[in-house]
C-alpha cells in the first residue's frame, strides 16, 4: 500500500506562482513512477506530469510545458510541482499520483492522493 499526502494549493492571481508537495509513504512507493494529474470541474481529470524517482527522468502534459517544473527529494520521500505564470484555465484539483509508467494515464495510476484545489483568478 502506498499513502500519498498533498499540501500547498490554493488561491492565486494569474501569472503567480504556486508549489505543491506531496509526501509519499509505505513499503514499496519507489517502485513507481510519481505525477500530478488534475481535474476542473466538468471535465475529466487529465495529465499533467510525472517523475521517476531514480534517475528523474520526466514527461509533460503540452499544456504547462516551460510553466510548471517537477522535481523530487528522495531522501524525504516527497515530490514538488513547482507552477509558475499560472492562467485561470489551470484552475483545477490537483491530484498526486503513483503510476505505472512516465507516459501515464488515468488507468496507469495506482494510487492517488486527496487532492489539493488550486485557483487562479483573471
Known amino acids: 500500500q502506498v499513502q500519498l499526502v498533498e499540501s500547498g494549493g490554493g488561491l492565486v492571481q494569474a501569472g503567480g506562482s504556486l508549489r505543491l508537495s506531496c509526501a509519499a509513504s509505505?513499503?514499496?512507493?519507489?517502485?513507481?513512477?510519481m505525477g500530478w494529474f488534475r481535474q476542473a470541474p466538468g471535465k475529466e481529470r487529465e495529465f499533467v506530469v510525472t517523475i521517476s524517482w531514480s534517475v528523474g527522468n520526466t514527461y509533460y502534459a503540452d499544456s504547462v510545458k516551460g510553466r510548471f517544473a517537477i522535481s523530487r527529494d528522495n531522501a524525504k520521500n516527497t515530490v514538488y510541482l513547482q507552477m509558475n505564470s499560472l492562467k485561470p484555465e489551470d484552475t483545477a484539483v490537483y491530484y498526486c499520483?503513483?503510476?505505472?509508467?512516465?507516459?501515464?494515464?488515468?488507468?496507469?495510476?495506482?494510487?492517488w492522493g486527496q487532492g489539493t484545489q488550486v485557483t487562479v483568478s483573471s
Open positions: 499520483a503513483a503510476a505505472a509508467r512516465l507516459r501515464a494515464g488515468v488507468r496507469d495510476v495506482n494510487y
Open positions: 509505505g513499503r514499496t512507493f519507489s517502485s513507481y513512477v
